[in-house]
T-cell receptor, first 112, second 111 residues
């Protein structure tokens, strides 16, 4: 049972490049979310989804897009990377009504 | 808006008790969590408490909730070097929905 899998683990982008951070879960969880973690800032919610076909913005959505075409996958897209998006990104999933959110191992992104 | 505050650092000696404190502003918070993050790793749920509880104990961990003061604490008994990590307090109004995190408390345990 893999849990929540994020790829890649590390990525370096040039300013203006685009890329997609992948997140997949095999637990049939309805709820998935993306957070970014910056030093001294804790984790901040970027986007979340309460089920396939439904997404919504979190605290810091600007510069990011998401979609949820299947229950398993919740990719995060950076359309035009900026140095301010250098961060560690975490994907999480949880079943509705459950108390525990399961986190992936994170993607460390550097934008130069 | 919603806010969760924690002290940033705590240093203890091995064998002592550690107490990590957290305050939150949203009086409608229903679930309160403690997560642990070891270096280079994701977040691991340590324990959680419902807002209708005052205390929860789980082996070396004790969570105390003061709803009047909106104050949550995590006590780690007999702290070990393996407990060195960042500890995050988080809250949510509905289980399984978006978590609001504090900035994290870095616990350093010396032998």
């Amino acid at each position: 049972n893999a849990g929540v899998t994020q790829t890649p683990k590390f990525q370096v982008l040039k300013t203006g490049q685009s890329m997609t951070l992948q997140c997949a879960q095999d637990m049939n969880h309805e709820y998935m979310s993306w957070y970014r973690q910056d030093p001294g800032m804790g984790l901040r919610l970027i986007h979340y989804s309460v089920g396939a076909g439904i997404t919504d913005q979190g605290e810091v959505p600007n510069g990011y897009n998401v979609s949820r075409s299947t229950t398993e996958d919740f990719p995060l897209r950076l359309l035009s990377a900026a140095p301010s998006q250098t961060s560690v990104y975490f994907c999480a999933s949880s079943p509705q009504g459950n108390t525990e959110a399961f986190f992936g191992q994170g993607t460390r992104l550097t934008v130069v | 808006g919603e806010d969760v505050e924690q002290s940033l650092f705590l240093s203890v000696r091995e064998g002592d008790s550690s107490v990590i404190n957290c305050t939150y502003t949203d009086s409608s918070s229903t679930y309160l969590y403690w997560y642990k993050q070891e270096p280079g790793a994701g977040l691991q749920l340590l324990t959680y408490i419902f807002s209708n509880m005052d205390m929860k104990q789980d082996q070396r961990l004790t969570v105390l909730l003061n709803k009047k003061d909106k104050h949550l604490s995590l006590r780690i008994a007999d702290t070990q070097t393996g407990d060195s990590a960042i500890y995050f307090c988080a809250e949510t109004q509905e289980a399984g929905t978006a978590l609001i995190f504090g900035k994290g408390t870095t616990l350093s345990v010396s032998s």
